[in-house]
């Protein structure tokens, strides 16, 4: 059968239900600087239930979002302590790669908050190199809008390191991204990527956007959020994840099926975003075996 990339799941979420602390606008980089080691286990979680890939928890430190916080001037403190815990789960592990995760800039889900070209290349790039040396390859996560594509991708190829490139689309209609842009409009600048995703939006919405990625001929996959449709209070300025609720309906077995219906239109990437635990990763696995697929 086919080789399968099994990603991790939702890292900010775990770390915000195992610290038991209320979210803030900067998530999980908050949660890592108060608890150390809390995100070496949710890596070794993941490890664990089956996933061969730790994405750093990297994905919020900008220096936008570091800005009038208490942890504006940790900028590379942050990267490395991200970057030790990965590789020190990995060590333990025995097995695995490293992703360098790369967030937005400004906010998630806010692509008219991007900044121009030469306002973001150069951010990019800086948190690509600040990752280049400790991961296996980058993946630039939750892209909202064709410029924030073109500008990320620019940025992380100023390293020799592969990149993959995550878009997310509008939980509603899974052909558009969550700019209002045709997902079709992406395909251009998606085509320079050395693979093509779909995260963090409804799982029904992947599954329409994977018909249209699967077109370019990458290596191509996705991996949803179990949150209800993201609302309108979340999109307001410094949002934090009090404003989501995890759906009911979106189990271990519920999101397996999703992930089982991406592989079945040729996806060899799949995992899991926001409130995808390492149950819902092992179900995955789980299920990815008995049909004879092997996991790399």
């Known amino acids: 059968m086919t080789q399968i990339t099994l990603l991790d799941g939702g890292m900010g979420q775990e770390l915000i239900h195992r610290a038991g602390d209320r979210p803030t606008p900067l998530w999980s980089t908050q949660v890592m600087a108060e608890h150390p080691g809390m995100v070496q286990g949710v890596h070794a979680d993941f490890f664990a239930a089956g996933a061969t890939i730790a994405t750093t928890n990297t994905y919020a430190i900008h220096r936008d979002r570091l800005e009038d916080t208490p942890l504006a001037g940790r900028f590379e403190a942050l990267h490395a302590t991200a970057l030790a815990e990965a590789k020190a789960a990995r ?29 973001s290349v150069p951010l990019f790039a800086e948190v690509a190199r600040a990752l280049a040396a400790d991961v296996d390859f980058l993946i630039l996560e939750t892209v909202a809008s064709v410029d924030h594509a073109r500008d990320a991708l620019a940025g992380a190829r100023q390293t020799d390191l592969p990149v993959w490139l995550s878009l997310t689309v509008s939980d509603t209609d899974g052909t558009r991204l969550r700019s209002g842009e045709p997902l079709e409009d992406a395909r251009a600048v998606a085509a320079e990527a050395d693979a093509v995703l779909i995260n963090c939006s409804a799982p029904e919405a992947v599954t329409q956007a994977m018909l249209i990625i699967a077109e370019l001929g990458k290596p191509f996959g996705g991996y949803a959020n179990a ?40 996806a060899t990437i799949v995992g899991g975003c926001c409130e995808v635990s390492p149950a819902h ?16």
């Open 281 to 296: 990763i092992a179900e995955i696995a789980r299920r990815l075996r008995a049909v004879g697929h092997t996991i790399v």
């Open 227 to 266: 949150f209800e449709m993201i609302t309108e209070d979340f999109l307001k300025a410094k949002p934090t994840v009090d404003a989501l609720k995890a759906r009911r309906d979106m189990g271990p077995r519920a999101y397996a099926g999703y992930v089982m219906q991406w592989v079945g239109l040729g």
């Open 91 to 119: 060590a333990a592990h025995g097995a695995g790669r490293i992703a360098g995760g790369i967030g937005p800039l400004g906010a998630s889900y806010q692509p008219d908050l991007h900044p121009a070209s030469d306002t």
